[in-house]
């Protein structure tokens, strides 16, 4: 198993995030949204929008991407082919990693079952 997060995991261009914007399904949590839209591909994608309104300082909003995105590494297999882009709710720079990753552990289950339920529907 690779747990590595590679160029083929993150969303790059701005078609890709323009693409994810365009008819979504979504789920969110008190600090965060996630839009996330099949890829037809074997695995998922993420890409990130902290806004500078939500986050201040950088160093925070640095912070957070890591912490998103080591927890999307350790998780990535369980995800099934979406794109995903997260946004912020608020201001989270004082929120605990603890709780970031108790928050984001169920969004991830979330999208699961959300993806399986559209797919069935589809079928």
């Given at each position: 198993?690779?747990?590595?997060?590679?160029?083929?995991?993150?969303?790059?261009?701005?078609?890709?995030?323009?693409?994810?914007?365009?008819?979504?399904?979504?789920?969110?949590?008190?600090?965060?949204?996630?839009?996330?839209?099949?890829?037809?591909?074997?695995?998922?994608?993420?890409?990130?929008?902290?806004?500078?309104?939500?986050?201040?300082?950088?160093?925070?909003?640095?912070?957070?991407?890591?912490?998103?995105?080591?927890?999307?590494?350790?998780?990535?297999?369980?995800?099934?082919?979406?794109?995903?882009?997260?946004?912020?709710?608020g201001d989270i720079s004082n929120t605990e990693n603890s709780?970031?990753?108790?928050?984001?552990?169920?969004?991830?289950?979330?999208?699961?079952?959300?993806?399986?339920?559209?797919?069935?529907?589809?079928?």
């Amino acid at each position: 198993m690779n747990l590595k997060f590679g160029r083929e995991l993150r969303l790059l261009t701005p078609g890709q995030f323009d693409n994810v914007f365009q008819q979504p399904f979504r789920v969110s949590s008190p600090l965060f949204t996630i839009l996330a839209k099949s890829n037809n591909l074997p695995h998922a994608r993420l890409g990130l929008t902290i806004a500078k309104k939500r986050v201040k300082l950088a160093v925070q909003r640095n912070r957070i991407k890591r912490f998103v995105r080591n927890n999307f590494r350790l998780h990535q297999h369980e995800l099934p082919g979406v794109d995903l882009v997260l946004m912020v709710k608020g201001d989270i720079s004082n929120t605990e990693n603890s709780e970031l990753q108790k928050q984001l552990e169920k969004l991830w289950r979330k999208i699961v079952r959300q993806h399986t339920a559209l797919q069935s529907a589809v079928r």
